[in-house]
């Protein structure tokens, strides 16, 4: 892919942006609190995009774009069914404990509902998942731009770290927020416009579906069984293990994306940033998966572009960048690669945010220096700031080494996050929950996931401790462990909750639902109050899973 000098003078700017954003922001943080919380000042129109941007890391553009390719429309439901309805649910039901408890992090609101020892693992297993999470998309980016420009592998790390180093320990979280917000309309900016060439090309949607196989251009008509579908799942492991657990586990308990409404101005607008972000969140299948689908009609066409080859098959990771390729002009070229490389830095810039800010509080405030000044604090912010972006760099080249290492993690996150969600649900709405039963449902729920793993094969993947069942795809094998993880956690720790004494009612208060005084929306537009806007939502949410039945 050849790149004009208008292509790289966009590039250029792009970087200068980001800087700025981060230097104009500087003189404001001047606290622990601000470099770290962003103050809970920030307006709910910038928190419901950060909300979004968090997650419109470089596995979601590109990985999103080789679903459809791959997939087809079926992978709308990572959106319409695996993100809008937890979205929902931590809006109305979760943020005005979040919010209201006053903590500074998810692992600390542990700590106040639970106590100490459930705060900790959570900690740590964060902090260490968020440096794997940031150090891959380094990775990815640099892969990419050595694939498609032919950058040096080194350059590309070091030079992506180093930007996002700059912005990010200038600024602080709300240099971050900020700057995902320039990079939610870069994206949607970069890749609209290949969506509408690309489909167009194809022949709009009924060209499509007369090119492609009837399976490829329906999100619900073949998920009656495994065999039906290209993705090998049925209805239950994708709305149980998909659209409640997996979901429910990252958008309600991963402080990634709650930290962002977190930093809102004041509960309504926290409760209101995840419903609002849930209208683009909505949309975002016709800008990054439509391309995929695309790329296969087109390939059938034979009208000039066809997806590349890899090992007798499609190499479908490739759909996006060789779409930009053969559709975009010098100059969109250019602002489709800057699209794709704030992708990528959005997501490291989200990953190293929350590192920071859980490392300091809730590790080294935690446990290593309790009660230092809050200068001191914003210093071991900034400086955990470069100790994060150089451990990112270091997990970057050691993903270098491991062809597998993103499966893995990707299924780690599954034994992490999906016990996680079973915890904060019995915690926020059951006042009976404790402590060591949080704790113990916890670690053996990922035990629970690790077992699944163990006895289950798909791909070839798994069965290191014997094979009891195969499944048909990598997917329906990490929905079913996800369940299992979620249901041994939830059973544990209703069972140690009531064999040990829970927490007296004075200390839930603002923790738990049923001892804490929700906000009163009365006298507010509608637009401005979360059931509303929630129910809005759901109805367009269920018009769209219609139209593609």
């Not at 779409?323 to 810039?349: C, D, R």
């Not at 035990?447 to 793993?453: E, G, S």
Request: proline share 4%; aromatic share 14%.
């Amino acid at each position: 892919m050849h790149l004009s000098p208008v292509d790289y003078v966009i590039l250029i700017l792009y970087f200068a942006f980001v800087i700025g954003i981060g230097w104009r922001l500087r003189k404001s943080v001047t606290s622990a609190g601000e470099f770290l919380t962003a103050g809970h000042h920030v307006p709910v129109w910038i928190t419901s995009l950060a909300f979004l941007a968090a997650n419109l890391g470089a596995q979601e553009v590109v990985g999103m774009a080789a679903s459809g390719a791959k997939y087809g429309i079926m992978t709308s439901h990572f959106y319409w069914v695996g993100a809008v309805p937890a979205m929902l649910f931590i809006g109305v039901f979760m943020m005005p404990f979040y919010y209201g408890s006053k903590a500074r992090s998810v692992p600390e609101y542990l700590k106040m509902r639970f106590d100490e020892k459930t705060r900790g693992l959570n900690a740590i297993t964060f902090a260490v998942m968020t440096l794997f999470s940031s150090g891959i998309s380094m990775y990815a980016l640099a892969k990419m731009f050595n694939l498609v420009l032919g950058w040096d592998f080194n350059s590309s790390v070091l030079l992506s770290g180093a930007i996002v180093l700059a912005y990010t320990y200038l600024g602080g979280l709300t240099s971050a927020i900020y700057n995902e917000v320039l990079q939610f309309f870069l994206i949607v900016l970069g890749f609209s416009p290949l969506a509408i060439l690309s489909v167009r090309r194809a022949g709009g949607w009924a060209g499509m579906q007369q090119r492609l196989p009837d399976v490829m251009t329906h999100a619900w008509r073949y998920v009656g069984h495994a065999d039906q579908n290209p993705m090998g799942v049925e209805a239950f492991g994708l709305i149980a293990g998909l659209g409640f657990v997996l979901s429910f586990g990252y958008w309600c308990t991963d402080f990634l994306v709650v930290q962002r409404a977190m930093a809102a101005d004041s509960m309504s607008a926290a409760r209101r940033t995840p419903l609002i972000a849930a209208f683009p969140k909505m949309i975002m299948p016709f800008i990054v998966i439509l391309p995929g689908v695309a790329a296969l009609a087109l390939t059938k066409m034979g009208s000039g572009y066809s997806l590349p080859q890899k090992g007798g098959g499609y190499d479908y990771d490739q759909a996006l960048t060789t779409l930009m390729a053969q559709f975009y002009p010098s100059g969109m070229l250019g602002v489709g690669l800057t699209a794709l490389m704030a992708s990528f830095m959005s997501g490291m810039a989200g990953n190293v945010t929350a590192f920071n800010t859980v490392f300091t509080y809730d590790i080294y405030q935690g446990y290593i220096r309790p009660n230092a000044s809050d200068r001191h604090y914003l210093t071991v912010g900034r400086v955990t700031t470069v100790v994060g972006i150089l451990l990112s760099i270091a997990t970057a080249y050691l993903a270098a080494q491991f062809n597998d290492i993103m499966d893995f993690l990707q299924l780690v996150f599954g034994f992490v996050n999906a016990p996680l969600f079973a915890t904060f649900l019995l915690g926020m709405f059951w006042k009976r929950a404790t402590g060591h039963g949080a704790f113990i449902g916890l670690l053996s729920g990922t035990a629970a996931a690790a077992l699944t793993h163990g006895l289950t094969e798909a791909e070839g993947k798994g069965a290191w401790i014997t094979n009891l069942h195969v499944f048909p795809s990598q997917m329906a094998q990490n929905f079913w462990i996800a369940i299992f993880a979620w249901s041994t956690c939830l059973l544990i720790t209703i069972a140690v909750s009531l064999a040990t004494a829970p927490h007296p009612d004075s200390r839930l208060r603002g923790l738990v639902y049923g001892l804490t005084e929700l906000p009163s929306d009365e006298g507010v537009s509608w637009y401005r109050r979360p059931v509303p806007l929630a129910i809005v939502v759901a109805v367009a949410l269920v018009f769209l899973n219609l139209i593609f039945l």
